[in-house]
């Protein structure tokens, strides 16, 4: 799979910023027939940044 197609056509050049976020689970549990399972699952973002891609491979490889 090549890189995505601009609006004219053209490829798309590739990202300069890829974004790192940190997250967690918040999670409710429930006993349930002699067992402990999750009865409710919140994700929690706690931070996000866009910093300049680390990207190493070439347009042709781009992985899929």
């Known amino acids: 799979m090549g890189l995505p197609a601009a609006s004219d056509g053209q490829a798309a050049p590739p990202p300069t910023d890829e974004m790192v976020v940190a997250g967690r689970y918040l999670n409710r549990?429930?006993?349930r027939?002699?067992?402990?399972?999750?009865a409710e699952r919140l994700y929690v973002m706690d931070w996000n940044r866009n910093i300049a891609s680390t990207r190493q491979w070439a347009?042709?490889?781009t992985p899929p």
């Open 29 to 31: 549990l429930e006993h």
């Open 33 to 38: 027939d002699s067992e402990w399972r999750i």
């Open 59 to 61: 347009a042709a490889s």
